[in-house]
T-cell receptor, first 115, second 113 residues
């Protein structure tokens, strides 16, 4: 069975601090995809990144970076120099490679950035 | 490019009633997936539609049903509403059936009294 675990329920930081959101996944598929979504208070899930299981290169996009390690089944997300606008719930998600496959979400990490 | 839209934004129903939620997919997308997100939880997959047919289903009872139309828009119908159906219902569209990135709409907040 597929599973995503986000052990950090809530994180509070002060602006300009760096913060890492952890994501651990379980799957028996050899081909799979990992995602991060951001959910601000408005409720809409905003896509941030997608990674396939064959691409372990880390990625940086502005203040955001992602570290994918198959050896530890982890796909962690780091925000550098956090800002108040980063306050949101962040979800890590996993999907397989079959027809009708669904996104399996973790329970999310609520990030609060104060000024 | 138009993103995913959903209607209505909010809805209040009473137990036992029926409800229909609507979703318009992003331009160029042919697959629609529906998710239920209870308060404080991650979204749970309800089902997916591709070319007007159900293409996969999560662990939801048959009173949750759906449709996809030729223009790829979709409806989610829930019969015999229960209190536990109160949640945010999210629609996501994608271009391909397999694991393409799903882009979400703003959701419909359903409250069942």
């Amino acid at each position: 069975a597929q599973k995503v675990t986000q052990a950090q329920t809530e994180i509070s930081v002060v602006e300009k601090e760096d913060v890492t959101l952890d994501c651990v996944y379980e799957t028996r598929d050899t081909t799979y995809y990992l995602f991060w979504y951001k959910q601000p208070p408005s409720g809409e899930l905003v896509f941030l990144i997608r990674r396939n299981s064959f691409d372990e290169q880390n990625e940086i996009s502005g203040r955001y970076s992602w570290n994918f390690q198959k050896s530890t089944s982890s796909f962690n997300f780091t925000i550098t120099a956090s800002q108040v606008v980063d306050s949101a719930v962040y979800f890590c998600a996993l999907s397989g490679n079959q027809a009708g496959t669904a996104l399996i979400f973790g329970k999310g990490t609520t990030l609060s950035v104060s000024s | 490019e138009t993103g995913v839209t959903q209607s209505p934004t909010h809805l209040i129903k009473t137990r036992g009633q029926q409800v229909t939620l609507r979703c318009s997919s992003q331009s160029g997308h042919n697959t629609v997936s529906w998710y239920q997100q209870a308060l404080g939880q991650g979204p749970q997959f309800i089902f997916q539609y591709y070319r007007e047919e159900e293409n996969g289903r999560g662990n939801f009872p048959p009173r949750f049903s759906g449709l996809q139309f030729p223009n790829y828009s979709s409806e989610l119908n829930v019969n015999a509403l229960e209190l536990d159906d109160s949640a945010l219902y999210l629609c996501a569209s994608s271009f391909m059936v397999y694991t393409d990135t799903q882009y979400f709409g703003p959701g419909t907040r359903l409250t069942v009294l």
